[in-house]
C-alpha cells in the first residue's frame, strides 16, 4: 500500500514563493493520479492542483492558476506544488492524494484512495 510523506512547508511572506513535496513509499507514484488538496482552519478541503500518471494533462483551482505548478519529479515517486505569488488566504495545511482508479487526475477528494499527513504552510503580512 502507498504511503505518502509531505515536506516542504513552512512560513513565508505575502509575495513570496514555496515549493512542497511529496514523496511516496510502497508504491511507484507514476502509476497513480497524484492531486494537492488543502485545508484552512474554519473551512472545507478544497482541490488545489493534479497531475496525470505520465504528467502531462495537469489540471488547477482557478483561484491559483499562473501561481501554482504541479510537476513530477525525475526520480518519479516525487510530486511538486511550487507556489508563487503567495497570498494570506493561501494559507492552510496541505495534503498530497493518490489514486490509481482514474487515468485523468480527478479534482474530487473523494476519488482519491491514499492521503499523507499535510504539511503547513503559512503566509504572513
Known amino acids: 500500500q502507498v504511503q505518502l510523506v509531505e515536506s516542504g512547508g513552512g512560513l513565508v511572506r505575502t509575495g513570496g514563493s514555496l515549493s512542497v513535496s511529496c514523496a511516496a513509499s510502497g508504491g511507484t507514484l507514476s502509476t497513480f493520479a497524484v492531486g494537492w488538496f488543502r485545508q484552512a482552519p474554519g473551512k472545507e478541503r478544497e482541490f488545489v492542483a493534479a497531475i496525470s500518471r505520465t504528467g502531462l494533462t495537469k489540471s488547477y483551482a482557478d483561484f491559483v492558476k499562473g501561481r501554482f505548478t504541479i510537476s513530477r519529479g525525475n526520480a518519479k515517486n516525487t510530486v511538486y506544488l511550487q507556489m508563487g505569488s503567495l497570498k494570506f488566504e493561501d494559507t492552510a495545511v496541505y495534503y498530497c492524494?493518490?489514486?490509481?482508479?482514474?487515468?485523468?487526475?480527478?479534482?474530487?477528494?473523494?476519488?482519491?484512495?491514499?492521503w499523507g499527513q499535510g504539511t503547513q504552510v503559512t503566509i504572513s503580512s
Open positions: 492524494a493518490a489514486t490509481d482508479r482514474y487515468v485523468r487526475p480527478p479534482a474530487r477528494a473523494v476519488d482519491y484512495d491514499y
